[in-house]
């Protein structure tokens, strides 16, 4: 055990889908680290298998092989609200509870911590008011979710995520709806939250350039190849990102 300096490892992982005897493996033999307090960019093209991943991480998707530990504790091993208690998700799946206001959206993400009876405690509403005033939404709280932006949305749903506060957070595609200076926003909201509060976040992103000078360490998903993981600067100079991207080089990023 390495003390959780890595707050989530993977051992001989492999992601897919099981369909009766058919077996559809995105990615194999997945050994990952993600260490406290970083910022990591999971990158690919459509269709590699990253939101299979993030979704399999949290515990939503079955695993094909190998386990996936959660500061030391297999994933299978946790109970729901304890998992979630540690673990914040945002994916890119529609909200299915349309009557929400955006105020009512956040506090489920301290539903976790809450007792039987559901009651907010002061400390929580503080967590919920801290999110959505690190997400902007303000004006927003005593919205219907179904009357806002796709992108209102997404920030909104970000926000339950850092209401929930887990030490570990994973995004799926987090910017999807954004335009180009929220898709900014949101991610260095995120750098910045892992510089001050020590968290751990995994996102899934398009967002090439922006993951590049913001993350500590990307994942560079190829299909058929391994994983490459190392920092933006390591993947750039041993041309990793060029053979993933090679647009970026006729944009002579
Ligand atoms: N239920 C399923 N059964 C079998 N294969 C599936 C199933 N759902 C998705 N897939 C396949 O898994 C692959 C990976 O999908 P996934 O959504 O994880 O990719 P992605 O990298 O997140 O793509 P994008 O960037 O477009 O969001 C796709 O090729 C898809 O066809």
Redesign the pocket.
């Known amino acids: 055990m390495d003390n959780f300096s890595h707050i989530m490892t993977t051992t001989d992982l492999s992601v897919?889908?099981k369909?009766g005897k058919s077996v559809?493996t995105?990615m194999e033999s997945l050994t990952l680290r993600i260490p406290k307090g970083k910022f990591i960019a999971l990158l690919?093209?459509?269709?590699?298998?990253?939101?299979?991943?993030i979704r399999t991480l949290a515990n939503l998707h079955p695993i094909l092989k190998g386990e996936i530990c959660l500061k030391g504790k297999n994933i299978k091993e946790y109970a729901s609200k304890e998992f979630a208690q540690q673990l914040s998700l945002v994916l890119t799946d529609p909200v299915q509870s349309g009557n929400l206001t955006v105020y009512e959206l956040v506090e489920m993400g301290r539903f976790p911590f809450t007792n039987w009876t559901g009651k907010l405690m002061p400390l929580d509403q503080e967590k919920i008011e801290n999110a959505i005033q690190l997400c902007e939404i303000s004006y927003l709280k005593e919205q219907k979710i179904t009357e806002i932006s796709d992108g209102q949305l997404q920030k909104a749903m970000i926000a339950r995520a850092l209401a929930q506060d887990g030490e570990l957070m994973l995004l799926?595609?987090p910017t999807v709806h954004l335009d180009a200076n929220n898709r900014y926003t949101i991610l260095k909201l995120l750098r910045n939250l892992v510089d001050e509060t020590q968290k751990s976040i995994l996102i899934?992103t398009?967002q090439v350039e922006i993951a590049l000078k913001m993350a500590d360490e990307i994942w560079l998903?190829n299909c058929g190849e391994n994983m490459k993981c190392g920092t933006p600067n390591e993947l750039i100079k041993n041309g990793d990102i060029e053979r993933a991207f090679p647009y970026l080089k006729k944009l002579d990023l």
Do not use: F
Request: proline share 0%.
């Open positions: 897919g889908y369909n559809n995105l690919g093209a459509n269709g590699v298998g990253k939101s299979t991943l799926d595609e899934s398009h998903a």
